[in-house]
């Protein structure tokens, strides 16, 4: 018999991680262990050494983005299957820059995420093939966002300030500014009306 997956789970939303648990273990996967934030996903990953990490793609305020190669040096061998509620183009694209094996919505069938996970795990890549077809026709615009700007374009989809969003990244309020400043030149908009409706209207909505 071939030995069972062994997986971490990170999410930190406790109820989604024993689901997914609840899920997989009948399936034959092993899960080894669990964590709600980058630090406890870093540990996870170098103490058990598993063969696959499902990690979902915002911990918090944090897109996990940018922790991706070093979760992938904690642990030789270890795939990453991003399990997320956002269905935005541009952050399928840049997970998979950043070295995930695939990405799958939260909302998906019960038999795509095993086979999503069993896919991965051994080797190959898995795009939830509705987010797929959404690559292949993603504005340049979009596709060419900056992780920064995503994630202020998020933020003030969500209602948030000049000083929120600053407290929430971690940066001042003049970087969110300009960052603005920034998106309202890509994109061609005027007024930081116009911003706001354009965010609530692109925003990396749940599926």
Do not use: W
Request: proline letters at 5%; aromatic letters at 2%.
């Amino acid at each position: 018999m071939h030995e069972p997956v062994r997986v971490v789970l990170v999410d930190d939303h406790p109820t989604v991680r024993a689901g997914t648990r609840a899920l997989l273990e009948p399936e034959g996967f092993d899960v080894v262990g669990e964590a709600a934030c980058e630090r406890g996903a870093l540990d996870a990953a170098a103490g058990h050494r598993p063969d696959l990490m499902m990690l979902d793609m915002r911990l918090g305020s944090a897109y996990t983005l940018q922790a991706i190669p070093g979760l992938l040096a904690a642990a030789a061998g270890m795939r990453i299957l991003v399990h997320s509620m956002y269905g935005d183009p541009a952050l399928v694209r840049e997970a998979l820059t950043a070295g995930a094996s695939g990405y799958l919505l939260k909302s998906t069938s019960v038999a795509e995420l095993v086979a999503a996970a069993r896919t991965v795990a051994t080797g190959g890549t898995y795009v939830q093939p509705s987010l797929g077809a959404g690559l292949a026709c993603t504005p340049r615009s979009e596709r060419q966002l900056p992780l920064r700007e995503r994630q202020v374009l998020d933020l003030l989809a969500d209602g948030h300030t000049n000083r929120e969003v600053a407290e929430r990244l971690t940066v001042s309020v003049r970087t969110v500014e300009s960052v603005r400043a920034t998106l309202r030149a890509r994109l061609g908009l005027t007024t930081r009306a116009d911003l706001v409706a354009y965010a609530r209207q692109n925003r990396s909505a749940p599926v």
